[in-house]
């Protein structure tokens, strides 16, 4: 069949061909060139909005409007973790109603965010910009970053990655590789034994209560609930993951002090409410 025709609704969740504003075939290569173009606006903003007497309102809504189409791109590539093609057939048909998205185009969407979005894009900082505007580039960035890790980190996507590996074996991308590699990225600084900056900070925040979030609690377990989370295995892989952590991070509260050592004790304590929530 001619892929040209065919036809799919944005309003599915997994299928990441099927999304707003996204007209290629391959979502890491188009967000790489927008990119690149996004990079060429950012230092001419003040430059191409000012107007003799007047504010700089506009220069704010194009760096919103930059900020907006990079999140886009970011989110197009993040579809396809975990992502489910979605192929309508009729009966004189043949082929697959469901696909997993290849593990290959998964694990570049990955190396997509860690290298664009996960690794500080300093890109869309603009001092002049802050001083001129009153935009507070950096929460503007990490909101991003939060954003996308918070909807990438769920118990869905796992359960995703886990019903795709008993289908599919070595062929899948599996939730290991998959918090491997945003492990590479979030928690590199704790790896080095480098001090992570703010940002880092608040990414190693979002992801550990990413985790906690997907961990049994039995006050909040009813008969409602009770079938999709005997169902589920994220918790258990939440729980083990956040257990190795907790270790990594009473390691280097030793070696640390001032802010990164309170930053390490407040997600160890994190991780310790949560232990106990679930028993």
């Known amino acids: ?28 290569k188009a967000g790489t060139y927008g990119i690149r173009n996004l990079k060429r606006i950012v230092p001419e903003i003040l430059a191409w909005t000012a107007e003799p007497n007047k504010n700089h309102n506009n ?38 109603v469901e696909e997993y998205v290849p593990k290959e185009i998964q694990r570049e969407a990955m190396h997509f965010l860690n290298r ?15 001083e001129r505007t009153g935009i507070n580039t950096f929460n503007n960035i990490v909101g991003i970053q939060g954003r996308i890790l918070g909807e990438l980190l769920t118990a869905r996507t796992l359960d995703k990655m886990l019903e795709n590996e008993m289908i599919n074996g070595n062929l899948s991308y ?9 492990d590479k990225e979030i928690w590199k600084s704790l790896r080095s034994g480098e001090q992570p900056l703010p940002s880092e900070r608040f990414l190693q925040k979002v992801y ?3 985790l906690v979030s997907m961990t049994e609690k039995p006050e909040e377990i009813n008969r409602q609930t009770m079938r999709s989370i005997q169902k589920s295995e994220a918790p258990a892989i939440a729980l083990s ?21 309170a930053h390490y004790e407040n997600l160890i304590t994190i991780i310790n409410n949560a232990a106990i929530s679930t028993k």
């Open 1 to 28: 069949s001619d892929a040209r025709y065919t036809f799919g609704t944005e309003l599915d969740r997994d299928d990441p061909r099927n999304q707003n504003e996204d007209l290629g075939d391959n979502a890491v």
């Open 208 to 210: 550990v209560l990413a």
């Open 174 to 182: 599996t939730a290991e590789e998959f918090l491997i590699e945003i």
């Open 116 to 130: 664009e979005l996960f690794r500080y894009p300093d890109w869309l900082t603009d001092r002049t910009l802050e």
């Open 59 to 96: 220069a704010a809504h194009l760096y919103q409007n930059v900020t907006g189409q990079f999140t886009l791109y970011m989110k197009h590539a993040a579809k396809n973790i975990a992502g489910i093609y979605h192929n309508p057939i009729t009966a004189e048909q043949t082929g697959k």
């Open 241 to 261: 993951h956040l257990n190795l952590l907790k270790k990594r991070l009473a390691k280097a509260t030793k070696t640390s002090k001032g802010i990164v050592r």
